[in-house]
Every structure is written in structure tokens, then in C-alpha cells.
């Protein structure tokens, strides 16, 4: 039995790279480095008199997340369908942590102080552990999955509780992803799309609404959002900055590090906001080989998923594809306008202290 298992490890091990994938991911954080490190230097030097204090970190986060993605990718995914039922629990039990321990910043309570210095964001860990989970999950209970009841029903049931902590933070953007993470897993794994319409029709969308209703920033966004000149000083200021920076790149851009909007006029245009530094500074053909090298990054995904030897792998593949997808979709239609804004970072790019791990990872 162990020289089969031995056999099993070292054939997993000797499986071969997607480096197709693999380019593309160091394509991808080499651009937001480069892309971190001009659109920053204003706001850095600003409010710490150093112009590289944010890509220094940026730096040192990716180079901890690449060696963390090599090592493990050398271990068999197998391993990890074992503890999908410990994923929910530390999920439920980080979320809860950072409502009993978090520290409130700007009205949200979303981050873990271990130190001044060290900090973490439990929302973007149980992102990954929500995968594991319902990979695990709807392995296991495959032949209920066309059942509206046993199938849907008891699946979407046992994602709330995470999506209520989750509201509590405040943190809309990541039960947004969360659960459409979710969603997709399931539909790929068999549940009926039809179910789908039925309950997002029926209770998502009015769910949805009435949460917008009934929090005054919420409405405010989407106001925002339908006209942002009508308070262009104010909540509109930050989307026709980025309009205006989106604007001035025109085909080629204003160059690299030649953006007038990182210039204070957008507010911490390395975070979400900095796809509107790389449409001013790399143009429309700037951004459309950005957004080509996501979509490579997502046919490899849907590849490596229908490759998969079993369906756990499968699903797993399919979950942190629409992982990246997702936040890239959100990400883009908010900086130019798209949609309501919310606070969604751009896998690979964003500065988000030690999310870039994450997404390496």
C-alpha cells in the first residue's frame, strides 16, 4: 500500500507544467508590477515621502506568492478533497474572527491586525477554501445534484451563513464572487441551469434589491453609477476621473509613467482603480492585450479543467478560473463605468497588500 501511494505521489510529480498557464501568470504580475510601481509613486510620496514604499511590498508579495505557487503545485490536489469538510469551518471561523477581532477601517470591518505590519483579509482566503468545499461537496453527493431539493437547495443553504458574515462586514463585493464561485461549480457539476433562474428570479434579484434599498451607500453607488456628474465633486469624482483617464489614453497611450490622473486626482490609483492608469498610459492596445492575457489565463483554466483525471480536480479548476474571471469582469465594468462601483481589485494588479498572494497561489 505506501509503495502505491509512493507511486502515486511521484507520478503527480512528475506531471507536466502548463506553461502556457504559467507565462501568462508571470506576464500578467510582471505588468502589475511595472504598473503598481508608476501608477503609486505619487500617491506613495504623498503620504510616506518614499516613491517606491507600495512596490517594494507589491514586490515582495509576488515574490513570495511565486515561490508559494511552485511549491504547491507540488502537491497532489487529492490531498485537499480529504479536508473539504475543515474548509466550511475555518471559513465560518475566520469570518467570525474578523467581527470579533477585526479592526473597523472606513465603515468596514474586513482585516486581521496580527501586528502594525502584519495583517490579512480573511474574505480572500475563504474564497479559496469555498472552492475546496464545494469541489469536495458536490463530489460527494453527484447522483442528488438534477434534484431540486437534495441538489440545489441543500447547496445553496449551506453557502449563507459565509455570505451572511460576510454581510456584516460590510464586504458586498465578495459574497458577489463568492457567490458566483458557487454557482458555477454547481452548474458545472450538474445541478439544472434552470433551478438557477428560478431561485435567482424568484429570491436573488428581489434579495439583491432590497439590500440596495435599505443601505443608503449601497443606493447612493447605484445612483452614483446612473449619473456620476450629478455630484461630480463628490461620489462621482472617482469614476470620471478614471473616465477621464480612460479617455486620454486613445489608441497607444500618454506613455508609461506619463498618467496626469495618478497625480492625487484618483484616490489610491493602485488599488482597484488602476486599470484606468493602464488605459492612460498603455492605451486601447495596452489594455486590450491585458484583458487577451486574461482570457488566455481562462481558456487554460477551462482546459486544465476538462483534462482533469477526476472531478474534484475538475472543479477545483473550474473554481479558481471563475475566481480570477470573475474579479476581472467586476473590475473592468467598474472602472469604466459599467456597473456600480464596489471594491473589487484586478487579480495580478491591484495592490492589496497580500493579495497578490493569493492570486499567484
Known sequence: MAKKK?????????????????????????????????????????????????????LIFAVLGVIAMMAISKIDYRFYQKFYKHAWWIALFLLIAVKVVGKEINGSQRWIYVTETLSFQPSEIVKFLVIVFYAGMLVKNRDDLPHFGKGLIKHIVMILPLIGLLML???????????????????????????FMAIGGGVGIPAAILLIVKSPYRLQRVMTFLDPWKDATGTGWQVIQSLYAIGSGGLFGVGLGESKQKYLYIPEPHNDFIF??????????????????????????????????????????????????IQVIINIAVVTSSMPPTGMPLPFFSYRRNSVIYFTL
Not at 465578495?174 to 450538474?190: P, Q, R, Y
Request: a neutral charge.
Open 276 to 325: 484606468s492608469i493602464v488605459g492612460e498610459e498603455l492605451g486601447f492596445i495596452g489594455c486590450a492585450i491585458i484583458i487577451l492575457l486574461f482570457a488566455i489565463f481562462i481558456w487554460r483554466g477551462i482546459l486544465i479543467a476538462m483534462k482533469a483525471p477526476d472531478m474534484f480536480g475538475s472543479l477545483v479548476a473550474v473554481g479558481i478560473t471563475a475566481l480570477v474571471g
Open 169 to 195: 462586514q460590510p464586504h458586498f463585493s465578495a459574497s458577489i464572487v463568492i457567490l458566483g464561485i458557487s454557482c458555477i461549480m454547481m452548474i458545472v457539476a450538474g445541478c439544472k441551469f434552470i433551478q
Open 6 to 58: 509512493a507511486g502515486k505521489f511521484s507520478s503527480f510529480l512528475n506531471n507536466p507544467i502548463d506553461f502556457t498557464l504559467l507565462i501568462t501568470i508571470i506576464i500578467l504580475l510582471g505588468i502589475g508590477l511595472i504598473m503598481v510601481l508608476s501608477s503609486s509613486s505619487p500617491s506613495a510620496l504623498a503620504e510616506t515621502g518614499d516613491s517606491y514604499r507600495f512596490f517594494n511590498k507589491q
